[in-house]
């Protein structure tokens, strides 16, 4: 029963599209466990470039059954234009499961992301704005509307009327904006629900089942472990669980089935929206970063911040997610600095701290502490195996192994699908 995790080590944006399109054509379902279309993967196939928000990435790879999970969040009208976009291109959907479970993200949560994160001002957490965090928070408040309410017309009805009873006071007496009448949310759900009808399943039954007849199962996470609800730098995170017990909450697979816990990791850190990031750059090397690393959101289209590897998040997101490999990506965008700084510890008023501090009061204060390794400038683009790369960039690869925790058993050296280096298989 190979089940395999795939998650950000990161703050999301590690490039997860690229590794789990890799192993895309040995994988028998993809499966997203949380977030909904605030997460931004693009696969590159052949010339073909694809960003995907809502959709596993296994869409793209006709053997394989993508899985929506309970624990993402759907929005219906994002889902059906990503659905034909794909179509009209020449991409077979016909395959993808919805659970029934999952919450829908409806209009009035969108709007509410919106007048919150404009009523927080400076204090704002820099999210989407697509409506993730409202529709968590109605989840866990047992007022959410899910994929299952759609075939229900007067369910619908009484939980939307009750859901919009307390939203309506906050947005007309708090936020100044006008009320939402239920009638128009369910009739614009409605105008949905056939379309969506034919993708929804039992996942939780088909999932233990592929697994039971030794089928391949990859979990692939949205964002990173660092945008994590409870492990992350709350508050400056997303609403969902990205790190690896998550798969299990968000698909219905138990944690004694996974097998394999991968974390992607960048050659260098970024970050989207607000929120402490120790070893972010403000000068031309950070602009370099980003300009190489092409780092601006897929979701969002912001300019990503960006910083030099920070190996105390490495360490931290080997032990929350239980990491037993790392998938090393963009390496070739470092490829012409003379030294590359790696941030091996922090200094938080005046002591030396190897750990991430569980005080999010030390966190802001953490100053990196670096160690300059020396950098390459051949191309590494072409390169198929470890011992092709350059002296320097081997050992680059390896320091980061040295300090992360655990081994690095794929490079990414560009951006298409075969620019990436195997060193130990993940099936
Ligand atoms: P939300 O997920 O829209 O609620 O946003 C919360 C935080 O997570 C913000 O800082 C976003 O920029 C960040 N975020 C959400 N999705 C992603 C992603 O896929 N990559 C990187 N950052 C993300």
Not at 66 to 77: E, H
């Amino acid at each position: 029963m190979p089940a395999l995790v795939l998650l950000g080590a990161q703050w999301g944006d590690e490039g997860k599209g690229k590794a789990t399109d890799l192993l895309g054509g040995s994988v028998d379902y993809v499966v997203r466990y949380q977030g909904g279309n605030n997460a931004g993967h693009t696969v590159v196939v052949g010339d073909q470039k694809y960003a995907l928000h809502l959709l596993p990435s296994g869409i793209l790879s006709p053997e394989c059954t993508p899985v929506i999970g309970n624990g993402v969040v759907v929005d219906p009208s994002v889902l059906l234009s990503e659905l034909s976009g794909l179509n009209e291109r020449g991409v077979d959907t016909s395959k993808l499961l919805i659970s029934g479970n999952a919450h829908i993200i409806t209009p009035y949560n969108v709007t509410v992301d919106k007048v919150t994160e404009r009523f927080l001002g400076k204090r704002k957490i820099g999210t989407t704005g697509r409506g993730i965090g409202p529709t968590y928070a109605d989840k866990i408040n047992r007022v959410g509307i899910r994929v299952q309410d759609l075939y229900d017309e007067s369910i619908l009805q009484q939980k939307v009327e009750a859901a919009l009873d307390v939203k309506n006071q906050l947005l007309t007496k708090l936020y100044n904006r006008r009320a939402i009448t239920a009638d128009q949310v369910v009739e614009e759900l409605l105008g949905y629900a056939e379309q969506i009808k034919p993708y929804v399943a039992d996942t939780v039954l088909v999932l233990n089942q592929a697994l039971e007849e030794d089928k391949v199962v990859l979990f692939e996470g949205g964002q990173g472990t660092l945008l994590d609800i409870d492990h992350g730098t709350y508050p400056f995170v997303t609403s969902s669980n990205p790190t690896a017990g998550g798969a299990c909450t968000g698909s219905g697979v138990g944690p004694t089935k996974i097998s394999r816990v991968i974390g992607i990791l960048k050659a260098y850190t970024t970050r989207v929206g607000a929120g402490p990031f120790p070893t972010e750059l403000f000068d031309e090397d950070g602009e370099a970063l980003r300009r190489i690393g092409g780092e601006r959101g897929v979701t969002t289209g912001r300019d990503r911040r960006c910083g030099w590897f920070d190996a105390v998040i490495a360490r931290y997101a080997t032990r929350v997610n239980g990491l037993t490999d790392f998938f090393l990506t963009k390496l070739d965008v470092l490829t012409g600095w003379e030294e590359i700084p790696v941030c091996v510890a922090y200094e938080i008023d005046g002591k030396r701290v190897e750990e991430l501090p569980y005080s999010q009061t030390d966190f802001h204060h953490a100053k990196p502490i670096y160690e300059t390794l020396p950098g390459w400038s051949e191309d590494i683009t072409k390169a198929k195996s470890f011992s092709d790369l350059p002296k320097n960039a081997q050992n680059y690869v390896k320091a980061l192994e040295e300090m992360s925790g655990a081994p690095i058993s794929a490079i990414g050296v560009g951006p298409g699908r075969d620019e990436t280096i195997e060193i130990n298989s993940f099936l």
